[in-house]
Structure formats: C-alpha cells, structure tokens
C-alpha cells in the first residue's frame, strides 16, 4: 500500500472502468460532498465508466442508476445490479440471492436485537430485497467495531453471509458478493475480460466489506479512513489518498485524470 502520488502515466492511461464504494469512500460523515460529486461528473466527462458499488439497498440504486451520472450500480452486496440502457431501467439479479423475507434473517433480527446491546435495523432496511442491515454507526449513538464483530459472529453462527461496512453489518443467504456482481455486470454490459482487462480497472473502498475488490483489481484505492481497519484486512489496496470519505476519492480521481493527461 503506496500514496496515490505514486500512479504511473502508464497505469492510469490504462484505466477505463472507475468503480466506487459509497458510504465513507465518497461520503464524509454521511454526506456526499461537493468535491466528490463532481468528482463523478469528471470520471463521466472524461469517458469513463463511472459504477458505484454498495451495500446500499435497492431502492437507492433505482435513484443512483437514473440520477447520478454513472454507468450502472450494484448494490446490496452484489445481489443486484442496476443501470439505464437505451431510455429504460435495467436489473441484473444474483442467481444466489435470496429475498430476505426468509425465516433464518427472521430469525437472526430476532435474536441480534435481543441479544447485542444498543443494536438496530437500519433505517434504509423498507427498501431492501435480499439482505438485513444492522446498523451499528450510521445513527446515533455510534457502537464499537467490536459490536459489529458480534453481529458478524451471531450472523454466520446461523449460516448467513455477513460483511462489516462502515456503518452496518449486511447479512444475507447465497453465495455472492460486491467482486462477482461488478465482474458479471462489467463482462454483460461492457464486453469486460478478466483475464486480460483488469488493469483498466480502479477501484475506490474504505473498509473490510471492501477486500475482495481490493484483492482482485491491481489498481485498487482505499481513501486514508482504511487505516481504521487495517487489523481486519488481509488484502491491502495498492494504492491510499491522503485525505478521507469524499475528499479522498475526490484527491484520487484528480490524481488518475491529471496522470492520464501529463503523465507523473
Ligand atoms: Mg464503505
């Protein structure tokens, strides 16, 4: 894990795919900042793609996908992956995904609520489809990582899949996740190859529920909030910004498109 400072000319003129993490990579402290905006404006005026890639629910990828200026967006860990072709709203859905009116995540809100103390749903769950948010630090008052391990712990106890964002724990049945979503997305929509296409691929996180993106991509970026959990990360990122939440990706994005232009 190096500074941004450290993209070549040569690695960034590569780069045709910007990808995102939202929450604390380009919000800070739960709003979406100005610089970080038009960061998205910039990636999308330079010929980029431009797809976010969250745990937030469905319904905020309807919005993201029809409003932002972004090519698509997967959401909810990779369970779906919504964009805009040809004037129509488009869906992609994990063949794994469950609906998460099922009796384990019944179950596992029942006994989380009762058994960790100070945990709640998250309050974006209505607009959810396949997974359960617990949220542990977007409202008030915010709980340790440690609480969230908890979560995580009683979640895979029951045979649930559970990540650790920023602010919530997701847990949900079936094998997926935000890699194998931005990867078929990317394959379907844009002809992408993993074998050879990955470098022109950068990715932007901030935390663990992150790694996988960190792990696959060469060119990955975390904004300078991952030093708060690097006691759980295994896979850095190459690449981390000085600056944290929106500010940091914003100090990333103007790093890539100044390096596409004049080299380092
Ligand atoms: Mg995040």
């Given amino acids: 894990m190096g500074p941004i400072a450290n993209l070549t000319h040569e690695s960034a003129a590569d780069i045709e795919f910007v990808l995102m993490d939202i929450d604390d ?4 402290e739960g709003k979406l900042p100005s610089v970080a905006y038009n960061a998205l404006w910039e990636c999308k005026n330079s010929h980029l793609k431009v797809i976010p890639i969250t745990g937030r629910p469905a319904g905020w990828c309807d919005l993201i996908a029809r409003q932002w200026p972004v090519d698509g967006v997967v959401g909810e ?20 995904a469950v609906r ?5 995540l019944k179950r596992i809100r029942f006994r989380v609520l009762k058994e960790i103390e100070g945990t709640r749903i ?12 617990i949220d542990f630090a977007e409202e008030e008052p915010k709980l340790p990582l440690s609480v969230a391990q908890a979560i995580q712990r009683l979640c895979e106890s029951e045979g649930a899949i559970a990540k650790i964002s920023s602010i919530h724990v997701n847990t949900w049945l079936g094998h997926y996740n935000k890699l194998g979503m931005a990867l078929r997305f990317l394959t379907e929509r844009f002809g992408y190859d993993d074998l050879t296409m990955r470098s022109k691929v950068m990715f932007f996180g901030d935390s663990p529920n992150d790694e996988p993106m960190f792990s696959h991509f060469p060119n990955s970026v975390a904004v300078a909030s991952i030093n708060n959990y690097l006691h759980l990360v295994e896979h850095y990122p190459r690449y981390v910004t000085s600056q944290a939440g929106g500010e940091g990706f914003a100090e990333g994005v103007v790093t890539l498109l100044e390096r ?5």
């Fill in 25 to 28: 990579t380009i919000t800070t």
């Fill in 77 to 96: 860990n990779g369970a779906l992956a919504f964009w805009e072709e040809d004037g129509h709203a488009k869906r992609m859905y994990h063949e794994h």
């Fill in 100 to 104: 998460n009116d099922n009796e384990i």
């Fill in 122 to 133: 998250a309050q974006d769950q209505f607009c959810r489809m396949f997974d359960l948010a």
């Fill in 260 to 264: 596409k232009r004049h080299g380092s």
